[in-house]
Structures are given as structure tokens and as C-alpha cells.
């Protein structure tokens, strides 16, 4: 079992909301406008440039960083885990599956998501890593972190967990893995309503049902 970190493990309500605080724009202007442009097509990169002429994300967290060091800014914390994480985890574990988190995440997030004892087995990060999701190369990371726990693991043998049809469903089916796409967060809703959520293995509203739909075929 691998799981994807934002929106899958995640709630990343109170991070775009400080997000929307930083420039001074009301919460549901700043959701609505995001929610609007990625069902128009476009990216959230798209959405913050709209809202915020000439966003650059990378240049805007520096300066961010550098104003308030010691603050929450664009990372998270164990409020912001969705509640149903540690109960479907524990449930994992017990039916004997091996569990493991990687994602497109800043290199802060290992930390963060370590400091929560999630009990896995392993944590990848895109950004240590050097690639991203959907590149190949990402899902090639997620066999070799897997195979640490269960050497020789195959593909065919690992259930990647997101929120998105593209991020995560058709790379990890390009690269053999079983997918499950969960209905939840900005993307979730709306990938799950494509046509290409029919590839993905299961499609579930939480956790749970995931973890019952993985212990069965286990």
C-alpha cells in the first residue's frame, strides 16, 4: 500500500486558506477562483496567477520563509491529518499489508509526516528524490522504497493511493502498480466524475474502503 500525501493523508484546507490570508483575499473568492480554473482546465499555478499577477510559487514561499520563519506558511501538521487515516491504517496493518507514503511534497514534509508516527514503513519524497509525479521515474522510486520492506516486491503488488487521475491512477497503471482513486479534496470530486477514473482498480470515498477493498484482495 502507498499513499499519496495531499488530499489522500492530508487535508490541505488551512493551507490554502493562509495561503488566501497572505494576499488578502476572502476564502471563498480564493477557493471558488481556484475550484473555477482547474474545472475550466487549468492548473493551480493558473489559479494563483489569477488572483496574483506574476505568482511564482518558489520565489513567494522564499520570501515567505524569510518573513516567517518559525510559522505554519505552506506546511502541515497532525490537526491536518484527515481522521480516518490512523483507523484505516491500523486495520491495514493488522490484515498484514505494508504501508508506505510518497508523494510530490517539500522536502519538510518527511519530517512533518514522521513527527506523526504513522506507523509506515516508508517515506518518499519528490523533492529529495529529485522527480516528481507523473514521471516514470517517480513510481520506479516507489517499487525500489517498497522493495525495502518486502524485498522482491513486484509492481503488480503494490496499491497506489491518490486523489488525482493523472498524478496518480495512469502513471502508477503505466508502471503496473493496482490504483485506487479517492473521492476527496480539490481534485478528487472532480477526476472521479472523468472517464479515465473507470482505470483506476477501486474508487472510494475514504479510507476505509480502501483498506476493506485492499484486504480483500490481498
Known amino acids: 500500500m502507498v499513499f499519496d500525501v495531499g488530499e489522500t493523508l492530508v487535508d490541505e484546507t488551512r493551507i490554502f486558506a493562509r495561503w488566501a490570508d497572505r494576499f488578502g483575499i476572502p476564502h471563498m473568492a480564493f477557493f471558488g477562483t481556484i475550484g473555477g480554473v482547474l474545472a475550466s482546465g487549468g492548473t493551480l499555478t493558473d489559479g494563483f496567477r489569477l488572483m496574483v499577477p506574476g505568482f511564482d510559487l518558489a520565489a513567494e514561499s522564499e520570501r515567505w520563509r524569510a518573513q516567517d520563519p518559525g510559522g505554519e506558511r505552506e506546511h502541515f501538521g497532525e490537526r491536518d491529518l484527515y481522521p480516518d487515516v490512523r483507523s484505516a491504517f491500523a486495520d491495514m496493518r493488522r490484515g498484514g499489508l505494508s504501508l508506505v507514503v510518497a ?7 518527511g519530517p512533518a509526516l514522521e513527527a506523526m508516527a504513522l506507523g509506515v514503513d516508508g517515506i518518499g519524497i519528490s523533492d529529495v528524490w529529485g522527480v516528481k509525479k507523473p514521471l516514470p521515474e517517480f513510481f520506479d522510486r516507489v517499487l525500489d522504497l517498497a522493495a525495502l520492506t518486502r524485498p522482491g516486491i513486484t509492481a503488480g503488488e503494490i496499491l497506489y493511493v491518490g486523489d488525482r487521475v493523472d498524478n496518480d491512477v495512469l502513471p502508477a497503471r503505466a508502471a503496473g502498480m493496482a490504483t485506487a482513486l479517492l ?32 484486504l480483500a484482495h490481498a
Do not use: K, M, T
Open 103 to 109: 508523494g510530490n511534497q517539500p522536502p519538510e514534509a
Open 183 to 214: 473521492r476527496r479534496g480539490i481534485y478528487g470530486y472532480r477526476h472521479a466524475a472523468r472517464p479515465e477514473a473507470a482505470r483506476a482498480d477501486v474508487v472510494a470515498d475514504d479510507l476505509h474502503a480502501v483498506a476493506e477493498w485492499a
